[in-house]
């Protein structure tokens, strides 16, 4: 596997060329899903697609880091979940409500009476 470029040299990658530093961005990244389990590339590429999606929806590079930061944080609150509680991850509590509107939801109501 490649190793990462130096600060410095991904910086002034960054100001000359950011369509090269994308490219390493996403080559690298799939490098490291192909040397991963098989049973965890799925998920790999799964998060790989969400983080490119947060950063096609950046409006500039301190958007894209927030966002990021954002479903980072998320992703160890659940991590952090999982690790201490897994049974509150199973169980669900749901409540089924009705949207029909208007006349139809008040006929429903009178048929249920």
């Known amino acids: 596997m490649k190793t990462l470029p130096s600060f410095d040299e991904l910086a002034a990658l960054a100001q000359s060329d950011p369509k090269a530093l994308e490219a ?9 899903i192909a040397n991963a389990s098989h049973a965890t590339q799925p998920q790999l590429h799964a998060m790989l697609s969400h983080i490119n999606r947060v950063i096609e929806h950046g409006k500039n590079p301190l958007h894209v880091n927030v966002m990021l930061f954002q479903a980072l944080s998320k992703q160890y609150s659940r991590f952090a ?33």
Request: glycine fraction near 2%; avoid cysteine; charged fraction near 30%.
């Open 81 to 113: 979940t999982a690790f201490e509680s897994p049974e509150s991850l199973r169980s669900h509590n749901a409540e089924i409500m009705d949207f029909r509107v208007g006349q139809a939801a008040r006929q429903s109501a009178r048929a249920s009476e």
């Open 24 to 32: 390493l961005r996403l080559k690298m990244s799939e490098e490291v």
